[in-house]
């Protein structure tokens, strides 16, 4: 067709994951270990039910356009983040957070640089805008090479920079530390930070928006915080580059009740913290679970709730999705690069839920 945009003609979609939990009854989905999307296999903090139905008590908000700009969840984010106000904004979505930057901060024809293999759905956005993406991989042990990852910089002189921190899949992690020496070695760069994986980790750049103009950073309350189905995410930046953007964001997007539920989740930070000691907890089991079959699959270290496995071949890989699918449990196959083909990678919830995956997993090598 001539009719769409040049760039989407020949353009790779982004991959999806199953979503058959939507198929399955409201009172069976407990039963669904959905493990594919990295969203947080617990429902949220109970204040989240307390705040939402006190506002579906007074439905007369329905017929309006949401707030445009909320002060109680601006401050909350700021408290949260300990930015100033002017360096936080909210956004229905990281993704759509992702879509104000790459109009914002990139051209048609520009170079924009992905360490990876990474977050897919950022490259589809930039090529969707017209950007040459380049990436620079992680060695195919998934371990890190600055060295050749500041060559390919230099040699492509991107225009951004994408870092997913803790990366998704491969769960790597690269400190502060590092990430400033590259604003500082790359001061006509811009790097977005991606930190949607942050509550895990626990590390962050958060700081360096308030020294540098060349960087931002986003996140998402769809992990940690359980909100995934609300769809809310927020910038930091220094006060300049969050009005740039600001230019551009339609400040109604964020739903009535996206933004009360992020209230409610944000007012309750212990809720949220338990969670993440449960998923460390639980993903210290199922690792050491899986060293029972060395000889037939690699679980790589990770600062997100998820892990990576690598298996022998991709048979045994395909072999093992089919087989946890038919026990109701879903993991993410991966393959945006020939380095994760032979890979699958596993969100981590409580232990109870990991020993269910465990359990599944022994039945499937047990019939080997």
């Not at 990295?38 to 204040?47: D, M």
């Not at 790459?102 to 589809?124: A, E, T």
């Not at 395909?318 to 990678?345: G, K, M």
């Amino acid at each position: 067709m001539k009719f769409p945009n040049k760039y989407l003609r020949n353009l790779k979609p982004y991959k999806l994951a199953s979503h058959k939990i939507w198929a399955v009854a409201p009172g069976q989905r407990a039963e669904v270990l959905k493990l594919d999307w990295n969203e947080a296999t617990v429902p949220p903090s109970p204040k989240v039910f307390e705040r939402i139905s006190r506002l579906l008590a007074e439905p007369c908000f329905f017929n309006l356009y949401p707030k445009t700009h909320n002060e109680e969840l601006i401050a909350l984010l700021a408290a949260y983040t300990g930015l100033d106000e002017s360096q936080v904004q909210y956004f229905a979505s990281s993704d759509a957070l992702h879509e104000y930057v790459c109009k914002v901060f990139i051209s048609v024809g520009d170079p924009v640089m992905i360490l990876g293999p990474s977050y897919d759905n950022f490259r589809l956005t930039c090529e969707a805008n017209g950007a040459k993406v380049f990436f620079s991989n992680y060695r195919d042990d998934f371990t890190f090479d600055p060295e050749t990852f500041e060559s390919d910089i230099s040699a492509k002189e991107p225009a951004v920079v994408y870092i997913c921190n803790p990366n998704n899949p491969t769960g790597n992690l690269l400190p502060e530390c590092y990430i400033e020496a590259l604003l500082n070695q790359f001061p006509d760069t811009f790097f977005l930070i991606d930190e949607a994986y942050y509550e895990f980790a626990g590390v962050s750049c958060k700081d360096l928006v308030t020294r540098y103009d060349n960087i931002l950073i986003s996140r998402t309350m769809s992990k940690a915080f359980a909100l995934a189905n609300f769809r809310i995410g927020y910038l930091m930046g220094s006060t300049d580059n969050v009005q740039f953007v600001n230019r551009i964001r339609n400040p109604k997007n964020v739903s009535t009740i996206a933004q009360e539920a992020a209230i409610a989740a944000l007012s309750d930070l212990p809720y949220m913290r338990d969670y993440v000691d449960q998923v460390h907890q639980g993903m210290a089991f199922f690792e050491e679970a899986m060293r029972r079959y060395v000889d037939r699959l690699v679980t790589f270290p990770s600062h997100g709730n998820f892990l990576l496995l690598r298996f022998v071949s991709r048979d045994e890989r395909n072999a093992l999705i089919r087989y946890l699918a038919q026990h109701d449990i879903f993991v993410r196959e991966t393959s945006q690069s020939p380095s994760v083909q032979d890979c699958f990678r596993i969100t981590c919830g409580t232990v109870p839920q990991m020993r269910r995956v465990a359990a599944v997993i022994d039945e499937y090598y047990a019939g080997k």
